[in-house]
């Protein structure tokens, strides 16, 4: 078990790496107009750009060509919730600073939800929106079992932290954050059901209070929650993190886009949590592959920022 699940981390992170960009998309002038500037947060071990390669792979092009002003934020590639979440705070002030916009949206993937999440909960001045995209919003259930299979203090524990480190170090070096910290095991932690519950205790906006259904539209913040996300771990033959995913995906006990089960994945308004994505799809990777017939993601990301501007934000 525990050779299994070193060698699907590494096979997943290594994919974020190897990740490339294009653009792509139709040009619609206006369509993503948002009031607001779009800031979008990566996930776990992810990145803003590396030598040219996104995270989100050729969606700030697209809504940028259609009116949007996107940032794309970095922080660190393993670390708390809330560490990532004052990194985050930090360039939202900037963003403000540079565009003199009052607000912003803030898009946050995976393990970017939940530091999304928190910049709106101790700072709702800043931010407009958030919307979590396969967000880690109750936990994952294979955070869970890596957690298992590494006890606290145990030789497994000090080799995987030493991976990871060395990895996310890396990541940070090449996409020019060598000087953000690193803390794999506060990422893990964070990413637990156990330490996700304890997080939305602190910072409950947006969290649906059942266990599977929808949370505040509209917070008591003034803030708008909105999520999507997927339930497919294969969905493209040409797609080589779709073995590794589903993989993965046996692990959860409901339906799951190979990293976060789809009840996890509601906060605020639920757009839909049963696209034919997994996990790596919902920002448009590998190389922009996707299932045949399925909304490409570049489209999804569009479609919001419409409907972000359509409600004024």
């Keep these: 078990m525990k050779g299994i699940v070193i060698a699907m981390l590494f096979t997943i992170t290594s994919f974020s790496v190897f990740a490339g960009s294009t653009t792509s998309g139709t040009t619609t002038t206006g369509y993503t107009q948002t009031k607001y500037p779009i800031v979008l947060v990566h996930g776990l071990f992810g990145f803003d750009s590396i030598a040219g390669m996104d995270y989100f792979h050729a969606i700030p092009q697209a809504l940028t060509r259609s009116g949007a002003k996107v940032f794309v934020a970095q922080v660190s590639a393993t670390n708390s919730s809330e560490k990532r979440g004052e990194q985050l705070l930090r360039q939202v002030r900037w963003v403000k600073a540079v565009t003199g916009a009052r607000k912003v949206n803030l898009i ?11 910049v709106a909960s101790v700072a709702p001045q800043h931010v407009a929106s958030v ?5 880690v919003n109750k936990g994952s259930e294979f955070a869970d079992v890596v957690r298992g299979t590494f006890p606290p203090g145990s030789a497994g524990e000090a080799l995987a932290v030493t991976a990871a480190r060395t990895l996310s170090g890396l990541i940070s070096l090449l996409s020019g954050g060598s000087s953000l910290p690193q803390d794999p095991l506060a990422s893990l932690h964070s990413l637990t059901t156990k330490g996700s519950l304890a997080f939305n205790a602190k910072y409950p906006e947006g969290v649906p ?30 797609d080589i993190s779709d073995p590794v995913l589903f993989a993965t995906g046996l692990f959860f006990s409901e339906a799951n886009d190979g990293l976060v089960g789809r009840c996890s994945t509601h906060l605020g308004k639920v757009i839909r949590s049963n696209y034919r994505m997994n996990h ?25 920022a419409n409907r972000l501007k359509r409600q004024g934000l």
């Design 108 to 118: 946050g993937h995976s393990h970017g939800s939940p530091t999304a999440r928190y």
């Design 131 to 135: 919307t979590s995209v396969g967000g």
């Design 209 to 238: 209070t059942s266990r599977c259904g929808e949370g505040s539209y509209r917070a008591a913040n003034g803030v708008y929650y909105y999520s999507w996300s997927g339930t497919s771990t294969v969905t493209n033959v040409f």
């Design 280 to 304: 790596l799809d919902e920002v448009n990777q590998l190389f922009g592959l996707h299932h045949l017939f399925e909304t490409d993601p570049v489209t999804l990301y569009r479609q919001h």
